[in-house]
């Protein structure tokens, strides 16, 4: 089931926000919002849940939730969204098949708007020769700092890590989804890279859009047998864990998945997703994206929780393979 962002604001602006919480909580007003205690975390004395009429959304600044009516609806009834829905359709008196999109015919646009995406990568990247462009290139030497981290010498050359004296950076190679060797990424040595104003790391060559994960070439036959992977932030992270005996997993560059990555976890058909990213993301945006959202209605997703054992910025590997594996034990479904 599926409503076009038109349609679903549209429904939305037929409730009035302040009503329907008022419905079961108690408002306090104050000049031209409402507040109230927040159903929904334990404690809350000082009322943190704010109503805005104007906007008609809600927000606690205690767990951090709220937006819509559907949210509320959802939060309040637990219920998901197709229930929601229902619910505010027979509220205000209309049907809910004249506002549903099949997921058939969502998909089909989303799969339409990747193709134009990727056709215009053909412009941008070009396939390069892995031997002549890379193995020949580069030394075949391991970067001491990185085997100093916790990483062993099997997992860096697994994933072809060497060394660009030139420009005194790690270097590894970019594959895109179809195996294609299309660049090189250079992640400087240099430790005081910020004071002299120089990039952490570097695409060597024009990438265009990430439709791809870095590590999936590596990782894919192990996704295929444990019918799961788990994405973290970086390439790192990815080497570590295959040291400790967990090769399914990949690295999106970044700390949102693309449309295209999107697309790419879709096609796989993978069973489980687990999201790694750094602990300085808040689960609770990870979880409000659209796009994990539409994940969410095709797999098993799951999120890593960095908020109790981790400090600001670190990734799930950083505290070693005994918490890493602690973490990966209690994930949290989305």
């Known amino acids: 089931m599926r409503i076009s962002g038109e349609q679903l604001n549209e429904l939305a602006s037929k409730i009035d926000i302040v009503d329907l919480i008022g419905q079961t909580e108690e408002l306090h007003r104050r ?35 709220g937006s819509s009516v559907f949210d509320w609806i959802m939060k309040k009834q637990n219920v998901q969204f197709p229930e929601a829905l229902k619910i505010v359709c027979d509220m205000v008196g209309e049907d809910v098949e004249e506002y549903v999109e099949s997921e058939s015919i969502a998909f089909l646009k989303q799969l339409s708007k990747q193709k134009k995406s990727k056709d215009n990568l053909v412009n941008i990247r070009k396939t390069l020769d892995f031997t002549d462009d890379y193995l020949n290139k580069y030394p ?33 190679p970019v594959f895109d989804a179809d195996g294609n060797f299309i660049g090189v990424k250079g992640r400087t040595r240099i430790e005081s890279y910020k004071e002299l104003g120089l990039a952490k790391y570097m695409n060597y060559n024009k990438i265009g859009t990430i439709d791809y994960f870095q590590g999936w070439q590596q990782a894919l036959p192990e996704i295929i047998n444990r019918k799961s992977v788990i994405i973290f932030e970086g390439i790192k992270s990815c080497i570590k864990a295959y ?20 697309q790419l976890l879709l096609k796989a058909k993978i069973p489980e997703i687990i999201i790694g990213f750094d602990s300085d993301q808040k689960i609770t945006d990870i979880i409000k994206d659209s796009k994990i959202q539409l994940l969410k209605r095709f797999t098993n997703l799951y999120i890593l929780d960095l908020t109790k054992k981790f400090g600001d910025k670190e990734a799930p590997v950083d505290r070693g393979e005994e918490l890493f594996r602690e973490v990966l034990e209690r994930k949290v479904k989305i």
């Open 243 to 262: 040291g400790w005996g967990i090769p399914n997993t990949v690295a999106a560059e970044t700390s949102k998945l693309s449309d295209g990555q999107i």
């Open 140 to 172: 075949d030497e391991l970067p001491q700092e990185w085997l100093n981290e916790d990483m062993t010498a099997d997992a860096l050359k697994t994933y072809n890590i060497r060394i660009d004296p030139s420009a005194n950076r790690i270097v590894y």
């Open 31 to 65: 000049g031209r919002n409402y507040f109230c205690c927040c159903p929904f975390h334990k404690n809350d004395d000082t009322p943190s849940l704010c109503i805005y009429p104007n906007s008609n959304k809600w927000y606690c600044f205690g767990c951090d939730s």
